[in-house]
């Protein structure tokens, strides 16, 4: 993009660009993470995340990136050799198979074929024909695919259950709503990279009463993630460690933005993106690779065998300044992933739309300027 013709869109599943107001308050020169200038911080976050998670539970901020949360879900909430159910419908789903096997809690994996959902009575069945199973883990949006799990569903399903409900939020919160309390969801997580609008590193995850109680029996076995001490800690205003203090005062000005917004106008934003994209997707013949339970923050587009995502993604980054990824596995040279979430608009949304097009036959699709315009020529 050297001629300056487009602005540079940062429009991938995370990381995601930064409002002009988070980039300013990170700016400021460093507090001390003991003393009360931090502590005001700290406290100033503390409504604005319980709303985001819908829980009356401490929300804890971890200095790493989601992945980190996810480690600490796992050794905090399960002993070695106990099992749980991993639902394994893309990469991130075997993320929880590949932390588990690590921390020596055994995974059950229940497969989803890439594309598709996972289904409540699967999940059910598995729990009944096994009472040793304690957890059940699984993404809200498995950000590989754009899917969106029914995690409300098998909440109900977990909540008669001795099972916890985990969940993987890092590419849903702040972007479709998962009321942690009203779902029975035991534990929610996210990165500070996704619908926070903040840069890398920074990871949040919140417990419910029944996940606390089965924490304080697991015999702790991690040094830097231990939830019971970073509760603790939470108490005093503090993180057990040196805090991410600039990635928490940013923290603190996109839940000003989503106080001032709302947060049910955040989530109608992300729904009208998403539908958005879906439409433009068939409008131009193109496969949406996830049905009707989507992701809100992506959307994965399918291209059809011949053409490489890859060359696709390059020239709409060079010519259009639109920044878009590409598949994983088996999909990365066959896939579109459009994100759209976190300091996103329409605007942005339809300039993907357009490099979309335009990128087509760089793909190696048929057509001179792209399966819509050639669409609307013949017609
Ligand atoms: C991005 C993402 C992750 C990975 O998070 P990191 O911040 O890279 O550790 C995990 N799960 C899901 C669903 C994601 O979208």
Redesign the pocket.
Known sequence: NPFMLHKPRLLT??PTPLPERVRFVMAQDMIHHRKPAFKAVMAGLKDGMAELFGTTQPVLPLCA????A?VAAVNNLFAPGEKVLVIEGGK?GE?WTDICNNGGVIPVQLKVEWGKVVDPLDIEAALDADKDIRGVLV?Y???STGVQHPVRAIGRVTSSRQALLVV?G??AVSISPCPMDAWGVDCLLT?S??GLMLP?GL?LIALSEKAWQKAEKVPSRDFYFNLLKERESNLKGQTSFTSPVSLLVGLGESLRMFAETGLENLYRKQWAMTMMARASVEAMGLELFAGDNFAWGLTSVLLPSGMDSVQLLAFASERYGVVMAAGQDAYKNRMVRRGHMGWVDSGDAAVSIHALAGSYPAGGGPGRRGPCLERGQAA
């Not at 990136?65 to 980190?68: A, K, L, N, Q, R």
Request: hydrophobic share 20%; no cysteine.
């Open positions: 599943p995370g990136s989601g992945t980190g996810m991130f993320r993404q949006s498995e950000t993987d890092i590419s990165g990279q996704k890398p990871a």
